[in-house]
């Protein structure tokens, strides 16, 4: 008897390329916290994902006035792959919101994202200028119509 088929008659079994479970990192969080506090940084747990599955980065920062509510999911997916996407929008004076997605399945470990730095500067100390506002992307002129 051939040795493959001795394992495979004791329940041995072997992964078939493409096929194989991705270990992707895990976590979730949603909170509100003072800009001044930015960037963030965690740290993820790991998960196995099922055959098939991508890991996933997804990121969401809403900046308020002085704060910013912070919204992240780490995991599998049955999403397509996706190369990393940064999206903007200003909302008016004082509200912008900035989102971050990616998904992938190259390597185990992929969704690597461990901070908001990429997606947050600090902004420089603001001019004394009359109708400007300091804001996620800059600053933000306010005419009056």
């Known amino acids: 008897m051939s040795p493959v088929l001795l394992l495979a008659l004791l329940g041995v079994t072997f992964p078939l390329p493409g096929v194989q479970a991705l270990f992707c990192q895990l976590g979730t969080i949603q909170d509100v916290w003072n800009v001044s506090d930015l960037p963030l940084q965690w740290t993820p747990k790991n998960t196995s994902c099922d055959s098939g599955l991508g890991c996933q980065d997804t990121l969401i920062l809403i900046e308020s006035g002085p704060q910013v509510s912070v919204v992240l999911s780490k995991g599998c997916t049955k999403a397509k792959d996706q190369e990393p996407r940064v999206t903007e929008h200003r909302m008016g004076p004082g509200l912008s919101l900035v989102s971050y997605t990616f998904v992938c399945r190259q390597k185990d470990f992929?969704?690597?994202?461990?901070?908001?730095?990429?997606?947050?500067?600090?902004?420089?100390?603001?001019?004394?200028?009359?109708?400007?506002?300091?804001?996620?992307?800059?600053?933000?002129?306010?005419?009056?119509?």
């Open 110 to 145: 992929c969704n690597n994202l461990v901070t908001s730095a990429p997606l947050w500067a600090p902004q420089p100390p603001a001019d004394p200028m009359v109708g400007a506002a300091e804001g996620l992307f800059g600053k933000a002129e306010q005419f009056d119509s």
